[in-house]
């Protein structure tokens, strides 16, 4: 006789979280944001990222307008956690977790229109907030996502924050230049656990190391101290044992 296992329940999807880090702040979208994205010229390069269909739809024109960024009014998807990224006071980018409560996963984007503040990992603090989110708080087992096999830079980011490659839908997408392969990636709870003990150790361990270099240099700096006493002013000195 065939034997069937447990089957888990479903996740329950809990409210949308806003989630702080260092340096961004992942939190509901608010209509002020809109005169953030609008300071930002149209990036080629950012939007591909989402795939090629934008540019069907493009008419070359630099900026957004008010109209296409406030179009889109459907009703809320309780499966789809959708966040905007504050730094200094400001909207920069997105990002959003698709849930699908029945498997214990979720797809992961994230986007950052503010083209002069890639770079400096603050993709990356946003990426390690929401998997900490979604593991620790959500309940998931698993987060994927899909990247363009040339997209190094983003690439990097998620293998940075646990993710793995997992395989690659060869010619997947069209783009002006020719087909493009998407690169499939994801991280399992297990895993993530395992990669933010390894993280944290190595920040201890970066620590540590700086104490000790910060010492060293000092120690030299100072020069060699004379036995039975201590420079601790001009010309003065006191004993020490």
């Given at each position: ?10 996740l ?51 900026y ?26 400001h909207?920069?980018?997105s ?8 498997q ?6 994230v ?15 946003v990426t ?5 989110w979604?593991?620790e ?15 190094r ?12 490659r ?7 997408e ?25 993280l944290e150790?190595?920040?201890v ?21 004379r036995?039975?006493?201590?420079a ?10």
């Amino acid at each position: 006789m065939r034997s069937f296992g447990l089957v888990l329940d479903r996740l329950t999807l809990p409210p949308l979280p806003t989630l702080r880090g260092e340096r961004v702040i992942v939190r509901v979208w608010r209509e002020s944001d809109v005169d953030d994205w609008l300071r930002y010229a149209i990036d080629p390069e950012e939007e591909d990222g989402y795939g090629s269909a934008w540019r069907r739809a493009w008419d070359g024109r630099r900026y957004r307008t008010r109209e296409q960024l406030t179009a889109d009014r459907r009703p809320p998807d309780p499966r789809a956690y959708t966040w905007a990224v504050e730094h200094g006071g400001h909207c920069i980018g997105s990002t959003e977790l698709f849930v699908d409560a029945d498997q214990h996963g979720a797809t992961y984007t994230v986007g950052l229109f503010a083209a002069g503040l890639r770079g400096r990992g603050l993709g990356r603090e946003v990426t390690r907030l929401v998997l900490s989110w979604a593991f620790e708080v959500l309940g998931a087992h698993r987060v994927q996502l899909e990247v363009l096999a040339g997209n190094r830079r983003a690439i990097n980011c998620y293998l940075a924050c646990g993710f793995r490659r997992e395989g690659v839908r060869r010619e997947a997408e069209l783009y002006p230049d020719g087909w493009k392969d998407i690169v499939m990636m994801g991280v399992l709870c297990s895993e993530y656990a395992a990669h933010s003990r390894w993280l944290e150790s190595s920040a201890v361990a970066a620590a540590s190391a700086r104490t000790a270099f910060t010492m060293a240099n000092n120690s030299e700096s100072c020069g060699p101290i004379r036995a039975g006493a201590a420079a601790v002013g001009d010309g003065d000195a006191v004993s020490i044992v």
